[in-house]
């Protein structure tokens, strides 16, 4: 998740003007789930946000993972704050809410655990069941192509018995603990699963925040708040959620779904489309387009083109920059992280900017690319590649100075 990671937890990214793991909470109390446990790592804000989670609606207890050593680790250290049945989830699990009633139906007297799975093409990028009838028989873990397997993904969301933690205590500690853990669980007790055809989401790459986004647009509604400032001159088309002080400049046109955050600007003749979010403070300047883009708390944009990108927080980038989200053979983009190429799967994908970037005039980025935080790209810069944190990168130009012929 980096650059927009950096310093932060990723359940504490924002979207509509709220952290994901925040979401995650109220889509739980909706459902009357309110006694909650949050494995959390030394030195993050999850704890100094939320608190007790008094003014949430919810009980909050912590336990401190001291280094990341996996979600089975994890659940090993809560084990004392276990009462009996568990749900166990992912932080960024947004959409929870509608499947927790199934989970429940489904953990009948004689079942130790139902697993919630989803049937996906590229099963071989995570965990999949085996099944016998209701029951699971086996899980593999990220199986290799043209194994027969069932198809059905686990998605992150478990309803245990208590008996599982003896299973995980039993296994060694590595990074897929947990789920070595449930696949001996599963051989030795009755474990159901419940499948879904909903939208569940992923949170692992940078790109899966659009999706995550989108998800959550998806059910907002039309408001727009008192004191917003609303040109008459403007269009406001569906279901776009304007937040307080917010102001929406002459002959602006904003389509649903869309989210302008609290004291956000959009300038005079934008065009901001196919779900935009912008956070706190954001601001998009006269002549802008904005398509199925983040543009985090505090950050500024001018003129140009804006599509299917993240912008981290407080970045400035000026006038006339473009960001190509599509490439020219109209394959899928593929985006390095960590050093490999990565297809992101999506057929538009523009870019990536962490916190704190500062980009020039007339400069423009190639699909698929991440610039890190406190970078600074000069004026009239192509970027082509990746720019790693407290970078500056631009083009170097010659200036050609020749008198006028008589």
């Not at 999850?46 to 336990?63: A, P, R, T």
């Not at 403007?234 to 389509?255: C, F, H, P, R, S």
């Not at 998009?284 to 387009?289: F, I, Q």
């Amino acid at each position: 998740m980096q650059p927009l990671s950096n310093g932060t937890h990723k359940s504490m990214l924002k979207l509509l003007g709220k952290p994901l793991l925040e979401h995650t909470l109220e889509k739980l109390k909706d459902k009357n789930i309110t006694e909650l446990i949050i494995v959390v790592c030394k030195n993050n804000n999850i704890k100094s946000y939320f608190g007790n989670g008094q003014k949430f609606g919810v009980s909050i207890k912590y336990v401190v993972q001291e280094k990341p050593e996996g979600a089975g680790n994890a659940v090993l250290l809560a084990k004392n704050l276990l009462k009996g049945n568990f749900l166990l989830l992912n932080s960024y699990h947004v959409e929870i809410d509608q499947f927790v009633d199934k989970l429940l139906a489904a953990k009948e007297p004689d079942k130790d655990g139902v697993l919630l799975v989803k049937e996906k093409e590229d099963f071989w990028n995570y965990g999949v069941i085996d099944t016998d009838g209701e029951k699971v028989k086996g899980i593999v873990e990220k199986p290799k192509k043209g194994k027969n397997l069932s198809k059905l993904c686990i998605v992150g969301v478990y309803f245990l018995s208590k008996s599982f933690i003896k299973t995980l205590e039993e296994t060694p500690l590595e990074h897929y603990q947990l789920e070595k853990a449930l696949d001996s669980f599963v051989k030795t007790y009755n474990v159901g699963f419940v499948q879904t055809n909903e939208e569940t989401v992923v949170l692992k790459y940078p790109w899966d925040l659009l999706d995550v986004k989108n998800y959550l647009l998806a059910n907002l509604k039309k408001h727009f708040a008192s004191s917003a400032r609303i040109s008459h001159s403007a269009q406001l088309i569906g279901e776009v959620y304007i937040e307080d002080e917010a102001t929406v400049m002459e002959n602006a046109v904003v389509k649903g779904p869309c989210y302008l955050g609290k004291n956000s600007f959009v300038g005079t003749n934008s065009i901001l489309r196919d779900g935009v979010d912008l956070e706190k403070n954001a601001v998009v300047g006269a002549n802008m387009e904005v398509k199925n883009s983040l543009l985090s708390e505090g950050s500024k944009t001018h003129s140009g083109f804006l599509g299917d990108s993240l912008v981290g927080k407080n970045c400035r980038i000026g006038a006339g920059f473009n960001s190509a989200n599509v490439r020219i053979d109209r394959e899928t983009v593929k985006s390095t992280v960590k050093g490999q190429k990565t297809d992101t799967g999506l057929k538009s994908f523009g870019v990536v900017i962490g916190n704190n970037a500062r980009i020039g005039v007339k400069s423009s980025t190639m699909p698929g690319i991440i610039i890190g935080e406190n970078v600074t790209v000069g004026s009239g810069t192509m970027v082509m590649n990746n720019i790693e944190d407290g970078v500056r990168y631009y083009t170097k130009f010659q200036a050609v100075v020749t008198k006028n012929e008589k």
